[in-house]
């Protein structure tokens, strides 16, 4: 089984920055596996915020994050991030990392973190 744990969310003013990480971690675990991040408001569902395929060459934002924030990968460490700047209140979310075995809509991916709670504050 694949283990994925977020970290790294918080409570920050408007116009601050927070960096989420990924752990993952599991016998079945690929370094091939696509990353991503999605988020999900109260009352809304989830939606995708940014990915990155096995090899770190290719991202792919939500036009609300792009410019803001930035996904990368550490392989050797099997780790995902995702710096964010710039927050508005309407990142408000529970913030998940998945992994699966390329980037795309979110029954793409095979495994979910529990997520991360990421609150802005206008």
């Known amino acids: 089984q694949v283990q994925l744990v977020e970290s790294g969310g918080g409570l920050v003013q408007a116009g601050g920055s927070l960096r989420l990480s990924c752990v993952a971690s599991?016998?079945?675990?690929?370094?091939?596996?696509?990353l991503g991040w999605f988020r999900q408001a109260p009352g809304k569902e989830r939606e995708f915020v940014a990915a990155?395929?096995?090899?770190?060459?290719?991202?792919y934002y939500q036009d609300s994050v792009k410019g803001r924030f930035t996904i990368s990968r550490d392989s050797a460490k099997n780790t995902v991030y995702l710096q964010m700047n710039t927050l508005k209140p309407e990142d408000t979310a529970v913030y998940y990392c998945?992994?699966?075995?390329?980037?795309?809509?979110?029954?793409?991916?095979?495994?979910w973190g529990q997520g991360t709670q990421v609150t802005v504050s206008s």
């Open positions: 998945a992994a699966g075995p390329r980037v795309g809509l979110p029954h793409t991916y095979e495994y």
């Open positions: 599991g016998r079945t675990f690929s370094p091939y596996y696509a």
């Open positions: 990155i395929s096995w090899s770190g060459s290719n991202t």
